[in-house]
């Protein structure tokens, strides 16, 4: 190397090296956040656990409680997906208003027929390493939305926290606000005033608690 | 590119170096982004129809039978999403009483056999092919119709393995209708002559064993501990007899060598193969002392004492015998005459609480008879179903060729092994966890069996394959209406379906199953067993043959790795085959470990590296039935050498095949080999390992006082953790030397810790009056920064490391986050503990299944996991890795012998055995903990040392600083399906346990009190909004113990059974010496020296 041309080396592997950094920092641990991926079936949440329209109840959704389908996810480290029964009950005789509903509903009721379940995409998921008890959570009495996003306004549900593990480790160790939840949640404020007054929920955070 | 380059031509001399560098550099740079995404899109895939009681991430228990033998055990299987993934003992069962064995357990590994068969085949060109069920009925049909419209079917032959319920009299009853005779039912492993001799002085087969009303036990070779009898039960009642301590029986094992049974009794007399009959008759006064002693190669003075220890005992006696020797029929009337005489019947021997036996088992002499008839051609259809003969009898009796000649053959079996291999047509039977089916189960019991999932493969359970084929031919459906076995069973039942259902839960009944044909005739035997020589002939020894532990004596085990790598509990050897032979024997033939030697009868031959044991004696060798298939899948075959080469065809009285028939010819090959073992040491030179104390100085221990292992004492009630240390300088100080901060914190306990505060006070009061000696750390409890801190957590005497707490560990910091028990998560409030009985440990290995059950350890020593010793080429030995030192299992037992240290030169019979389970200790202040580059495992508030996967870089440092060696290193993917070492080839993975991270390579892994279960039982507490009952749970290795040696839970809390036994008196530490305070806590061996002797050591 001449002395002419020295000056570029140094600059050079510093650019390379902070390029390094900056894709690392997205690689590996990314983040599934924001990922909304189509489903085999559109299935609308607002449509089904939407809140209910009183003036106009066919607009408007069904105010389902989310439990109806994720049966297990109070009751079960897994919060499990409804069966294709479960949908059946209603769909065998709903069969849909519009030409989308109509359509999306025999989708379904196709897979039905075929004795095939459901493909649904996955959007949530801790990786393999975690033991995650989801209804630890919910039995606490943390709302489904504080961590999973107002679903039931969203016609393609999107992931909304990162559910990475800083993202865990914050909510345990400066505690569950339940007005903060409920606020999420959606609900009208006398009820997240009411919340303010029940107690900061903290728990455990030691790795043992998740990583066995 | 830039213009940098200088003088030189661009374009014409290629690409310049530098340039390159730079291209790639970008390139790289610019892969890397294009490169990350976030994980591969999963899916999330529904039921179609939901199914009952099924809840996703919650086990189902189903109670059932599981048969592993001629046994029926009463389970529980443990069922995740409709598939089986553990068993575990049945509580309700009495003959398990929630205890399982290691072939109970590995029952899993026969349901996922990946050489299991799939499908019905038929042979076709010579190979057999798959079909489909109604083909291959079809041909069993056909083939039933010929050989009754030939008037042959009084000559077809169905082969069932013995077993326990109505199955054996249904069978017998489908062969009837189609004009056959009742079946054989072959057991390899049958015990004739007892079970003969028992039913002719007791009118039961296996009387119970009562232990624990028996003052002397003395076994003629009967294995109660190892596989003779029914080993659950006969161990549950051992281990209770055992733990009374001063109350329990002693033990003294006659025979020529000491299985495992004999290692766990007090004195062994090594008498002749053949010569426990002399001591029986001088016992009852019918041999003089001097001539049983000039028979048994014993010195006069100990048979005669053990005739005074007898007499001694009167009717505390409980004698045993066992079988497998020429005279064992006559061994076993004059065992039961003993016991007769002694006034023992109805007080240790029950025979009104006798445990189940199989109605009918064929003698030898029935199996001999089948295969003279074969041979001249006269069987023209057989049928067999779970037995193997091809394999499991003397290859001198030729069964393969006999059955060769046999025109149609049919096999029932789920797995291919020796004899369905030659068969003509498979119709798979379903697997015991995928059947229906009944056992009984005690006196007036019935066991209920149920499938625990959908069948695995397509395969059919045979009983309902025969209804099927009786229901299709007109001649016979009328017999049976039921549509398939489940109906035919619940028609028996008083109560039909509603009874089995309301019962199923529990999985006993009331009840008596369906009584069959009566026993065939017995055939006699051409000649009376030839005796055993009374000297081995010049250059000859003894040859004891007796059937292996695990694998059994058929060596139905054999295909299923948990019970290849678990090493046989007396030699420690897995993976392969050995020779005992004594150290005097060895020395004098330049017999070192490992040397192959060859054994050699008129029959044949056995090779296999020798194994120095001083339980045997210096002119015995002894072998074990049940390795060397030269088939049964891919776990079992090639794997050892084949003991069935060198036996004879002799049988005893009651028509039982003789096993240990004389002498053999036994020589050195000049091979070597490594021997597949995982014994360290089988001494434990002083460190103190495995302790014993001696009866009569019981007495003497005093419980360990609070003072010592204050289970009792929580934090003083100012929650300031840091603050109660400091302040321990009086009470404590002025008590004299031990205790130190413990003793203060014991003597202080103000708790207002939970609800149990009051208890705890109490309770540390009565322990806390005078602190021990015994120097416990005499120190004041000055703390000094950067040592480990002498403020431990709630329960046993264990300061948690400053290291291991992290910043919490910070001496000067007030904030000791989850650590302070006043927190609210209530983590650091529980001390999870365990205690380990040696008094009542047997060495039986049930625990170190199960951990392999619960927590997903892989095996590592089959043929094909072994290292790469060049590129393509690999260590194909099996067992390689277990050489190397890299089993895996978490829980392992030791072996110690304690005395005869100069075996090699003498013959000293007199050695005792110290069987201690070790597996991670959970310490306080762990060398394992701070070495961490990459904190991996550090010390939760509730006293676990935690291991967690995905940090671990793989240093292995903590492994290295571990003084009991209980870490584990996964050296190769055992865990991972696309490498070659992968322990759990589909469909083994299907009993993988989701409840535990299944380790990649590079990790280190260890016990972990299994946390899994301890989170699971923290969860539904919480669900139920309640605090955890006392011994609400317990570990894997606990549960199924069944020597109930260890106890496991919450060492803070008083209630719990291990914190009352972490303050016995015969409690200790291993290694209490290195300060690294353990949780886990053995309790000494109690030794039962003869009476009026003097022993050297406990």
């Known amino acids: ?212 | 590119m830039s213009t940098d380059l200088g003088s030189a031509p661009s374009g014409s001399h290629g690409v310049k170096r530098r340039d390159f560098l730079k291209v790639v550099g970008a390139t790289g740079a610019a892969t890397t982004l294009v490169g990350c995404t976030s994980e591969k899109v999963g899916r999330l895939i529904p039921y179609v129809v939901q199914p009952d009681q099924t809840v996703p991430s919650v086990s189902n228990y189903f109670a059932t039978v599981v048969r592993e033998g001629s046994e029926a055990a009463g389970v529980l299987a443990e069922v995740r999403e409709g598939r089986v993934i553990k068993v575990e003992g049945n509580p309700q069962h009495p003959g398990n009483r929630g205890a399982v064995n290691a072939r109970q357990l590995a029952a899993v590994q026969g349901l996922y056999n990946p050489d299991r068969y799939r499908a019905p085949l038929k042979r076709e060109g010579g190979k057999l092919v798959a079909t489909t069920w109604a083909d291959a009925l079809g041909i069993l049909s056909r083939q039933l119709g010929t050989a009754r419209s030939q008037g042959a079917a009084g000559r077809a032959v169905f082969i069932n393995q013995a077993e326990l319920g109505s199955f054996p009299a249904f069978l017998d009853q489908w062969l009837a209708a189609f004009g056959m005779p009742a079946h054989v039912a072959y057991d390899a492993d049958a015990q004739l002559a007892t079970v003969a001799a028992n039913r002719a002085a007791y009118n039961a087969a296996w009387p119970r064993l009562d232990f624990t009303a028996a003052r002397l036990v003395v076994s003629f070779s009967g294995d109660f501990l190892d596989h003779y009898g029914n080993q659950v039960p006969q161990q549950l009642d051992w281990a209770d007899a055992r733990a009374k301590l001063e109350g329990a029986p002693r033990a003294i094992y006659v025979g020529p060598r000491r299985s495992l049974t004999g290692l766990n009794a007090d004195e062994w007399i090594p008498v002749r193969p053949g010569t426990e009959l002399a001591v029986a008759q001088l016992l009852r006064g019918q041999l003089p002392a001097a001539a049983a002693a000039e028979q048994t190669g014993v010195a006069q003075a100990v048979l005669e004492r053990l005739a005074q220890e007898v007499t001694a005992a009167g009717n505390g006696l409980l004698a045993v015998a066992g079988c497998g020797m020429p005279n064992a029929r006559e061994l076993g009337d004059a065992v039961a005459a003993l016991n007769q005489a002694a006034g023992a019947v109805g007080r240790t021997i029950r025979p009104d609480q006798a445990h189940p036996a199989p109605a009918r088992v064929a003698s030898f002499g029935e199996v001999r008879a089948l295969v003279e008839r074969m041979n001249a051609g006269q069987v023209p259809l057989v049928m067999v179903r779970h037995a193997n003969p091809a394999f499991s009898s003397p290859a001198a009796l030729g069964f393969a060729d006999a059955f060769k000649k046999v025109p149609f053959k049919v096999s029932f079996s789920s797995v291919p092994d020796e004899t369905s291999e030659l068969c003509d047509l498979v119709l798979p039977d379903h697997h015991a966890l995928e059947s229906w089916g009944d056992a009984e189960a005690g006196p007036g019991q019935i066991a209920l069996q149920q499938p625990a999932m959908d069948p695995v493969f397509d395969t059919r359970q045979t009983a309902d394959a025969l209804i099927a084929l009786a229901r299709a031919d007109q001649t016979t459906a009328a017999r049976f209406a039921d549509r398939d076995y489940r109906a035919y069973l619940m028609a028996r039942t008083p109560g039909g379906a509603a009874t089995w259902t309301a019962n199923l839960p529990k999985g006993v009944i009331a009840g008596s199953v369906q009584q069959g044909a009566a026993a065939a005739a017995p055939v006699a035997r051409p000649a009376a067993a030839p005796a055993i020589p009374a000297q081995p002939a010049n250059g000859e020894m003894f040859l004891v043959v007796y059937p292996h532990a695990l694998i059994g004596g058929d060596g139905r085990g054999a295909n299923k790795p948990w019970l290849q790598e678990l090493p046989d509990p007396v030699s420690k050897v897995c993976w392969q085959s050995w020779v005992e032979i004594h150290p005097q024997t060895a020395k004098r033939m330049g017999v070192e470990r490992g040397d192959e030697l060859e054994v050699r009868t008129a029959q044949g031959s056995f090779k296999a590296p020798a194994f120095i044991y001083m339980g045997v004696r210096p002119d015995t060798v002894a072998i074990a039935l049940g390795q060397g298939h030269p088939g049964y899948g891919r776990y079992a075959k090639g794997i050892g050498s084949n003991a069935y080469a060198v036996l004879g065809t002799a049988e005893d009285a009651a028509g039982g095949l003789v096993l240990t028939a004389g002498t053999a010819r036994v020589s050195k090959t000049g091979n070597s080999m490594d021997l597949v073992s995982t014994e360290g040491s089988a001494r434990q030179h002083g460190r103190g390992i495995g302790q014993a104390v001696l009866v009569g100085e019981l007495g003497g221990l005093r419980e360990a006082t609070g003072a010592e292992n204050a289970a009792v004492a929580p934090q003083g009630g100012s929650g300031d953790v840091q603050g109660t240390a400091r302040e321990v300088t009086g009470p404590s100080a002025t008590g004299g030397a031990a205790g130190g901060a413990a003793g203060g914190a014991a003597a202080k306990a103000a708790g207002d810790h939970g609800a149990a505060g009051g208890e705890h006070g109490a309770a540390a009061g009565g322990h806390g009056e005078a602190p021990a000696g015994g120097g416990h750390g005499g120190e004041g409890a000055v703390e000094i920064p950067g040592e480990p801190s002498k403020a431990f957590l709630p329960g046993l005497r264990s300061p948690v490391a400053n290291d291991a707490q992290g910043n919490y560990g910070d001496p000067t910091s007030k904030d000791k986050g989850m650590y302070d028990p006043n927190h609210p998560s209530g983590a650091a409030k529980r001390r999870w503990a365990m205690t380990v009985d040696l008094a009542r440990c047997t060495g039986c290995s049930a625990c170190v299944t199960a951990c392999y059950s619960e927590n997903n350890l892989p095996t590592v020593g089959a043929p094909w996991q072994g290292r790469a010793l060049a590129p393509g080429a690999w260590d194909t030995r099996p067992g390689a890795n277990v050489v190397k030192g890299r089993e895996m299992s978490w829980i392992r037992l030791e072996r110690y012998y304690e005395g005869a240290l100069n075996a090699e030169n003498e013959f000293q019979p007199d050695f005792d055995t110290r069987f201690v389970p070790m597996m991670c200790q959970h310490c306080g202040n762990a060398p394992c903990e701070p070495v961490c580059p990459v904190y991996a495992t550090y010390h939760s508030p509730d006293g676990l040392n935690v291991q967690v996967y995905n940090r671990c870089v793989g240093t292995r440092y903590c492994s290295n600083n571990c003084p009991y060696k209980v870490r584990y290193f996964n050296w190769f993917g055992y865990g991972e399906p696309d490498r070659r070492q992968y322990a759990w080839p589909e469909p083994m993975n299907w009993a993988l346990n989701p409840d535990v991270t299944v380790r990649g390579k590079g990790v280190m892994e260890k016990c972990t009190f299994c946390v899994q279960r301890i989170r699971e039982v923290e969860h539904v507490a919480k669900l139920q909004n309640r605090e955890l009952n006392p011994d609400e749970f317990t570990t894997a290795c606990a549960q199924a113990c069944p020597s109930r040696a260890i106890q496991f839970g919450d060492a803070a809390d008083p209630q719990w059974t291990v914190a009352q036994l972490a303050n016995d008196r015969r409690a200790y530490h291993v290694f209490e010496q290195l300060n690294v305070f353990t949780a886990v806590v053995y309790l000494k061996k109690v030794s039962h020296p003869a009476p009026g002797s003097a022993p050297a050591t406990a």
């Open chain 1, 1 to 212: 190397m001449t002395t002419r041309r020295k000056w570029t080396a140094i600059p050079g592997f510093l650019a390379l090296a902070a390029a390094a950094t900056v894709v690392s920092a997205y690689s590996g641990a990314s983040s599934s956040q924001y990922n909304s991926p189509e489903q085999p079936v559109k299935f609308p949440h607002p449509r089904h656990a939407g809140a209910v329209n009183a003036k106009d109840p066919s607009k408007g959704g069904l105010g389902m409680n989310c439990v109806y389908c994720h049966y297990a996810s109070n009751k079960g480290l897994d919060p499990g997906m409804p069966a294709v029964s479960s949908c059946m009950g209603c769909h065998t005789v709903v069969l849909g208003k519009a030409d989308s509903s109509k359509r999306e509903i025999a989708k379904l009721t196709a897979y039905w027929n075929k004795k095939l379940p459901v493909p649904w995409v996955r959007i949530h998921k801790v990786p393999d390493y975690v033991n995650f008890p989801h209804m630890r959570h919910t039995n606490v009495g943390v709302t489904c939305q504080t961590c999973h996003g107002q679903i039931q306004n969203q016609w393609q549900v999107a992931q909304a926290a990162s559910l990475n593990m800083g993202w865990c480790i914050n909510c345990h160790v400066n505690g569950y606000k339940p007005a903060e939840g409920h606020r999420l949640a959606g609900a009208p404020d006398s009820v997240v005033r009411a919340a303010e007054k029940l107690p900061v929920h903290k728990a455990r955070y030691d790795c043992s608690s998740c990583h066995y």
